[in-house]
């Protein structure tokens, strides 16, 4: 099997290309003359359980500056409504000045709900990675239960659990 044979097996099962080409860094195809099925698909597992774990603390800190975000937001509505109580209640000299703190305070908030939009975006798109690579570890434990060998079988997912666990 060569190279782009293994890209497209991969491709077939729902990789993106990109993501193959990642997971088959691993062979060298041009001295390797052996590769076959297994050999790909020991790779992707490989593969796939560091970077759900990379993708899984992208989602995570993705998560806790949304969380952050929000809180930023709240405190400046609060700042808000302080300052436009204090307006109805002073004199004409001061509302200017707070009336310009207020505009200030409202850009602030446009200018978070614009990067927090983004941030939930991308969260998004990050949970959709993880699901796609938690599919994509399933399909290939399956594929490992459907070996008759018990022995290629347990090193095999002995293997894949030190890759996941890191």
Avoid: P
């Avoid at 860094?25 to 597992?45: G, H, M, P, Q, Y």
């Avoid at 970077?51 to 809180?71: D, P, S, Y």
């Avoid at 978070?112 to 991308?122: I, S």
């Amino acid at each position: 099997m060569n190279k782009k044979e293994a890209i497209e097996l991969l491709d077939h099962e729902g990789w993106t290309k990109a993501d193959a080409q990642r997971a088959l860094k691993s062979i060298n195809f041009k001295t390797d003359t052996d590769i076959d099925e297994l050999i790909v698909r020991c790779a992707a597992l490989q593969f796939a359980g560091a970077e759900l774990i990379k993708r899984q603390n992208l989602q995570r800190a993705q998560k806790g500056m949304v969380t952050k975000r929000n809180k930023e937001i709240q405190s400046y509505i609060v700042q808000i409504e302080e300052l436009t109580l204090k307006i109805g209640s002073s004199n004409g000299e001061n509302s200017a000045e707070l009336e310009k703190q207020v505009k200030e305070l409202k850009g602030k908030i446009s200018n978070l709900v614009e990067a927090n939009d983004v941030l939930k975006k991308d969260n998004k798109n990050l949970k959709n990675i993880v699901d796609e690579i938690r599919f994509k570890l399933t399909v290939e434990i399956k594929s490992l239960l459907n070996l008759k060998n018990i022995l290629e079988i347990r090193k095999r997912l002995i293997d894949l659990l030190k890759t996941i666990l890191g």
